[in-house]
Each structure stands twice: as C-alpha cells, then as structure tokens.
C-alpha cells in the first residue's frame, strides 16, 4: 500500500474510533438516564448582589418523573440560614403526578417554615409545572411563556391490528376482568375505558382543587380554564392564573423582597458539572440524549402533562 493510501486508511479509522467513542458515551449516558434522576455532579455557585443573604434558585426543567432531587435542594435551602427565599425555575412540560404533588407538597412544607417561595416560568411551564407553581407564593410568568394546561391525560396503544396481519397471537390470564386494562396486545374494552375515566376525573378534580386553592379563584372560574388549553403568560396573567408579568430577575428580586433582604440578593444555584459528553457534543445535545431516556422509562399511566 503507498504512503498516501495509509494516510487515507488512517485518517478514516481516526474518525471511526472518534465516532464510536461518542455512540458509547452517548450510550453511557443514555443508560444512566434510564437507571437514574439525579446527579451526583452538580455543583453550587453564587453570583450577583453584594448581600450575605441570598435567594436560591432551583430548576424544574423536561418531563418531570422524579422528585428527589428537588427535594433534596428545597430541604438544604430550607435549613440554610442565609437564604431567605427560592425561586423555582419552571421550564417543563410537566410529568407524572405523583412527583408533581410530592414537590408541590415540600414548597408548601417550606413556606410553613417562613421561607418564601416564587415561580418562575421559562419557555414552557405547564400543566404538571404549573400544579407546581400554584405551591408558590407568588407566579410570575414571560408574556411569552407557555402555561396552562390543567388537565390529566393517559395514552394507550393497540397493537392488536398489526398483529392479525403479522399472525401472532397473545393469550393474558388474569385474576380479574379489569387486571390487563391497556394491553396493547388486544382493544379497549368500553367497561374499561369507563373504569379509566372515572379514575382520570378523579384525580383532574385534584388539580382543580389545587388551582382553586393557590390562586384564590373560585371553583365555576377555574373549571372554565381547566379543560387542558394551554395559556401565553399574558392570557394567564389576564385570567388569574400568575400574578405578574415579568423575567427570571424580577422573580428574583420580588424573592428577595418577600425574603426581607434589603439592597439585591446574591444568587445561589446548583448547576451540573460538565462532563466529557458535554464538551464532545455540546451540553443541549447531552441533555437531548438524556431526555430520551426519560421517556424510556415506564411511564406514569396518568400524568399532569402538555404533550408537544
């Protein structure tokens, strides 16, 4: 082989090794997405202000499926003498219901404890973010956020028609007729979807009663709201649903406010460390892949959440 041809030969298994390295590390990443929700790597900072007492922001950010880590960081900001106040940074979709009620449930734990809470709402922050916020003392919203979306939804799928044209067949024994509602291998049964709607209306009543609560709006006004729509932070603002208008530094600054820390707050927030994958492929790419293996992972058979 000539000289340039080992060149060419070379140059090419360089790139093969180069973009196997980074299939892998997005694999690794991938899989520790699926097996875990929190991150061990994060890393606190502060900035801004020239207060010793601060305001502490925590994320809520993609398909909310857990909320360990929310927790942890609302219960070390809580026992923190010198933050005052949280802000809750909202840009998600929402999720599962569960973890939406569990840190819905701790905000309102810490506002107990005289520790203000304020949402704010990035890009998107609805249905199961927005349960969330209504935790908060105070909402503010971008005119252009994307809230809204009060409402429970669960999908299922039917594979049953494919199946008849590739000639397999699924048998299910069960201990009782409604034990394999939502087999994808065979249709819904119309008992089952009455016995599904009867459990979704129950628990949209539960989020009825939530908005009702923490926005102080009668039960007539937020139904008329609550059939899944979503809202731009203007219409929410002009419906009762945020208390103001404004950007992530006014929320911060109202924070502070409500925190009785005089002059501007200095900032305290975790953020993640970059990792190997964020320098090879940019941290939105990494970030992608890890909302991929959020929605590998079983899903929640209801959920507070804006599908888009």
């Known amino acids: 082989m000539s000289n340039s041809g080992k060149w060419i030969l070379g140059i090419v298994v360089g790139f093969a090794g180069f973009a196997f390295l980074v299939m892998a590390l997005s694999f690794f990443v991938l899989s520790t997405a699926i097996t875990s929700d929190t991150s061990s790597d994060a890393v606190e900072e502060s900035y801004g202000g020239s207060s010793t007492e601060r305001v502490a922001v925590i994320d809520i950010r993609e398909i909310i499926v857990d909320a360990e880590d929310v927790i942890r ?38 506002r107990r404890l005289g520790k203000p809470v304020v949402a704010s709402m990035g890009s998107v922050a609805a249905s199961g973010a927005y349960y969330i916020a209504c935790a908060a003392d105070r909402i503010v919203a ?31 024994i069960t201990s009782g007729e409604f034990k394999d509602t939502g087999n994808p291998t065979r249709r819904m049964r119309p008992e089952e979807r009455a016995y599904l709607q009867h459990t979704i209306d129950d628990i949209y009543e539960q989020f009825v009663g939530i908005v009702v609560a923490g ?16 809202f731009t932070g203007q219409q929410a603002y002009a419906n009762g649903l945020v208390d103001t208008l404004g950007t992530m530094d006014m929320a ?25 994958l964020d320098m090879l492929v940019g941290t939105r790419a990494r970030r992608s892949i890890e909302g991929m293996g959020a929605q590998l992972k079983p899903a929640s058979p209801v959920e507070y959440r804006l599908f888009y």
């Open 73 to 110: 960081q609302l219960r070390k900001y809580s026992k923190r003498s010198t933050v005052k106040a949280v802000v809750l940074r909202l840009d998600s979709p929402g999720g599962a219901v569960v973890p939406s009620h569990e840190i819905y449930e701790e905000v309102k734990r810490i």
């Open 215 to 230: 926005r102080t709006l009668t039960e007539d006004s937020v139904r008329a709201l609550a059939d899944g729509r979503i």
């Open 252 to 276: 911060i600054r109202l924070a502070g406010t409500l925190g009785k820390i005089s002059g501007e707050p200095r900032v305290t927030r975790e953020r993640e460390r970059e990792t190997l």
């Open 142 to 172: 971008n005119p252009g956020s994307i809230t809204g979306s009060i409402g429970v939804v669960s999908e299922f799928a039917s594979f049953q028609p494919l199946l008849e044209k590739i000639g397999i067949e699924s048998t299910t």
